[in-house]
Structure formats: C-alpha cells, structure tokens
C-alpha cells in the first residue's frame, strides 16, 4: 500500500517532457507543470505560437516563466524519500505502446516523438534533442505511431506544407512541382489560422452548453414545479370531493330521516283514525243488535215505548279526513331528487372542461403553424350545436339546433339563468380548448360571429359580444367589416363574404377569423391569453327573418 501511494506521487511530481522529476518546476498560465529547461526547448522549437504540450492550449504572448518554489520544495522533499526511477518493467514498451526507436533489444516506451526526424525517443535517447543546440529547432510531440504519415510519398520528404486549394499536406518539393500555383502555406500558419477557427468554434459549444444546461435547469425546475402542482391539486381535490360526497350523504340522511318522520306522522295518524273506526263499528254493531232485538218483539207496547228511548245515529267525523292516494306518497320526493340528479349531471357535463384545462404534453411542444388551406383547417374543425338554454327568446333554433333566426314573436322557452336577455345572442353546448375550427353562414343581412366565455353576462350592456373583455366579436355585413373587444371597435377592408371562418388555438392564445371561398383570406387574428374554455356564438340584428347557420364541415 506505501509503495502504490509513494509511486502515485512520484508521478503527479514528473515533468510530462523528460518523464523526470521536476528540476527547477515552473507552472504555465492553463495550470500544468514542468522543467523550467524542458518547457524553454519545447517553445524554442515552436513559431509564433506557444502551446501546452498536454493539454494543447495556446499563448500569445510567451509566457513568463517563474520557479514555483512550492512545487520545488515538494520535488526535493520527494527526492529524500525513496527512488525517483520508475519501476523497470513500467518503462519498456508494450503491444500497445509506442516504442523508441534507438533502443536495441528489449524497447523501453518512447516518451517524445520528433516531427524533423520522424523517430521516438525514450528518456535516454531523448537527451540530445534536450541539450544539443542542433536539434533545438526540432519539434517534440507526444508519442505517435503515425510519424510515417508525415512523409511524402512521392519525394520521400518531410511534409511541412499545407495546399489550401487541394485542402492536404505536402511537401516543399511538391509545392513547386504538382503543386505549382495553388494557395500553399507552411503547416504552421494553417495551423494558427484553424486553431482560432477552433477556438471559436469551442466558445460556440461552449456557449452552447451553457444555454442548454439552463434550459436542463428550467425543464428540471418545471417538472418539480408540475409534480407538486399536481401532488398539491390532486390532495386538494380528494378533499373537495370528499366535502362534496359528505354533503351529499349528510343530504341523504336528511331526506331519509325527513322521510321516515313523516311516515310516522302518517301512520300514527291513521293507526288512531282505524282505531276511532274500529270502535264505532263496534257501537254500530251493538246498536244495530238492539235494533233488531227490538224488531223482533211481539208486544206492540213494549216496542212502542222502547223505540223513543234510540237516540238518532249521528254522521261520521273521519270520512273528511280520510284521504286515499293509491301507490302516490312519496312519490314526489323521488321526482325532487330526480331532479337534483339531472341538473348535477348537466352542472358537471358543461363545467368538466374547466377542469381539464390542466398542464398536458401538450404544452411542452412548440405551437403549430397556423393552417393556410381550407383543407388544413378542415382538420381541426368541430360541429358546432347551440344552446336553447342560452338563447333569447326571440331567436328560433333549427336544423339539429346549428341554424338560428330571429323572430317577430317570443318562442316557448322556459326560463334558465344562462338566458341572453336584452340581446338577440346564443352561445353553443360545446367548451372550446385546443384547437378549432367552425364556419358560419350568414343570411340576408349582418350578423356577428363570437366567441365568449360562460360567465359572460346574459342582461344589460356587459352581455352584448364585443361590449366587455370576455368576448370577442366579428361582425359581418354585406359590405363591410368589423372587430369588437372591450367596447373598442376595429374597421377592416376587405371584400364582403357570406361564410366567416373561425380559427382557434387555444394554448397559443389565437383567434382568427376568415372570408371563405376558393381561397382562405385573413380578415383579422387576435393574440391573447385564454384563461378560460371558450364557447362560439352569433349575435343577430333585430330584423325578423334574418339567419345565420354553423355549417356541417366534413
């Protein structure tokens, strides 16, 4: 265990070029450490510019190089504590290894390659390229099986040139022979030129990595986001239902007990009155006794001074209160309840949307372009049904309730709170999320196509389309247009047309709405915010007669 700790150390204190400890130890600007002598030789032989030998960074300009008396402190401190040669049978080479080329017999690993002599070096044979001035000039790099690569194999020279027009190294001989007037230039300065590209280009992945590990973060922190939302909604909601379903059941209690009081109070009432009846048979039988013992007698004075003696039989008392309902109690209860049921049942059909409208994987895509054929919109178009429940009295509705006109007579409506009052106005059954697409045809003369939330108001100014920020409202006539929101009224050119399409991505907030003929033509596109389910509608002119229809779209 001490011997793998101390050969750990002695490598992290080794000089990267000459595999030696560390002599005179200088520490470069990206943090790696060397010989002071072993990094002056290898810059020496680099032009112009200056790089790190493992980690490849450049510097412009040189750097200045001070000893780093820490690290030399450590290094001699080392020096005192074991050898500093590495284990022989860690330095020869292995199969996948590079090998020096100057050792005879068994090869100790290269250490450095030479790009001007093509050869490897081990540490031992490394020396010269160290300490003699003629190779200072040559170039070291990290062991490489490939030097051959370097050789042109026409002229068998070194290839120190680059061919920008060929894009491929070559040697000087090729660049006046084969090469004879194409862009060539030393593999030094197409080097510098593609290592600023490269380094752009890393500031550009660089760049990139951080924006996408934002997005990471926010995508992270929306999900956490979501799962508590909805951890939240769903105990938030179990509660609510759970009041709701002990509301019901406390309900139910109420009317079983309400029930069974009076089935009490009934029969109590007529236990007492078959009991009154039981007796007065009884004294009925018993008189009707006597009659007929007196009716019998033979003596005609005795009969005659016995008969005075009956008092008259006097009417019955229970017959008035005596009120016979066969199988019809409580049957009127059921009907109540019956009730209840229906408009909780309808009350949860219409409103569910609401709850639907929650986060889905929806949106999390990229909203879809808006269609630009009458096909494309086809595909996202819904049948629209208007509600008798909403519509004004005046307006009649035919045609599986799609066509509505308005009448000079109110119609037989029953009175319903969602009932548009003051205005000729209906909205349809259907809530509106996601996306849509419905058409209406208009007939005779204007008519105003809308889209409104529920909650509009069904009397006074704030229920008219258009009039308030809970609808939006187109309104079309034979020879203009016109856009209404919030009481503010849009005038828009364009040719008269008889069908009005109406376009609506909900989660994107758009509302558009177009003439329809051969071509689809954007005659107005609001953007906004949805916060709520919308429902299509028409407002009609007070002129009897006058109609619009939702088309039946395939």
Request: charged share 25%; with cysteine; proline share 4%.
């Amino acid at each position: 265990m001490e011997q793998k700790a101390f050969n750990l150390d002695q490598k992290t204190f080794r000089c990267s070029i000459c595999l030696d400890l560390l002599k005179d130890p200088v520490t470069i600007p990206c943090g790696h450490s060397y010989c002071m002598t072993c990094i002056q030789r290898f810059w020496d032989g680099e032009e112009r510019i200056h790089s790190c030998p493992q980690c490849r960074q450049t510097f412009i300009p040189r750097p200045v190089l001070v000893k780093n008396t820490m690290l030399a402190a450590l290094v001699d401190q080392l020096k005192k504590t074991g050898v500093q040669a590495a284990p022989a049978d860690q330095r020869y080479a292995g199969p996948e290894d590079v090998s020096c080329d100057f050792c005879s017999g068994r090869k100790l690993k290269a250490i450095k390659s030479c790009l001007i002599c093509l050869a490897s070096y081990c540490e031992k044979h490394l020396q010269p390229h160290l300490d003699e001035a003629a190779f200072k000039k040559h170039k070291l790099v990290e062991p490489s099986k490939n030097l051959q690569e370097n050789i042109c194999s026409i002229h068998d020279e070194v290839m120190k040139m680059f061919c920008r027009t060929d894009q491929k190294f070559i040697c000087y001989l090729c660049s006046v022979d084969e090469h004879r007037g194409h862009d060539t230039v030393s593999a030094a300065a197409e080097r510098t030129e593609r290592q600023r590209d490269l380094e752009e280009s890393q500031q550009q992945i660089q760049q990139r990595i951080q924006d996408t590990e934002k997005e990471l973060k926010q995508l992270q922190q929306e999900v956490e986001a979501i799962n508590h939302s909805a951890d939240q909604t769903v105990k938030d909601s179990e509660e609510i239902f759970t009041q709701m379903i002990n509301l019901i059941q406390k309900r139910s209690c109420g009317v079983k007990q309400q029930i069974i009081s009076q089935q009490q109070t009934e029969v109590n009432r007529l236990i007492d009155l078959q009991e009154e009846l039981e007796q007065e048979i009884t004294e009925l039988k018993r008189r009707d006794a006597e009659l007929k013992q007196l009716s019998l007698a033979e003596d005609h004075s005795q009969f005659l001074l016995n008969y005075p003696s009956l008092p008259p039989l006097s009417e019955s008392t229970h017959s008035s209160s005596i009120n016979v309902r066969p199988l019809r109690y409580f049957e009127e209860v059921t009907a109540a309840v019956l009730e209840i049921r229906d408009k909780l049942q309808e009350l949860l059909r219409e409103e569910w949307t609401n709850i639907s409208l929650t986060v889905t994987y929806e949106d999390f895509l990229p909203s879809e372009s808006e269609p630009t054929s009458r096909a494309d919109f086809l595909n996202y178009s819904c049948q629209i049904t208007l509600n008798p429940n909403t519509a004004n009295k005046r307006l009649l509705l035919s045609e599986e309730n799609r066509k509505v006109t308005v009448m000079e007579q109110p119609q037989f409506y029953s009175d319903h709170p969602d009932r548009f009052t003051d205005y000729l106005q209906v909205l349809s059954r259907e809530s509106l999320t996601g996306r849509c697409y419905w058409e209406v045809e208009r007939r005779r003369f204007a008519v105003c196509v809308a889209a409104a939330y529920k909650n509009i108001s069904r009397s006074g100014d704030e229920s008219r389309f258009g009039f308030n920020d809970k609808s939006w409202a187109f309104i079309c006539s034979p020879d203009s247009f016109s856009f209404l929101h919030s009481n503010i009224q849009t005038s828009i050119s364009a040719p008269g047309s008889s069908r009005i399409g109406v376009y609506l991505d909900h989660r994107a907030g758009v509302l558009s709405f177009y003439s329809v003929s051969e071509s689809m033509t954007l005659l107005h596109r609001v953007q906004t915010t949805f916060t709520q389910p919308l429902y299509a509608g028409v407002w009609m002119n007070d002129i009897v007669g006058d109609s619009a229809e939702f088309c039946k779209l395939r």
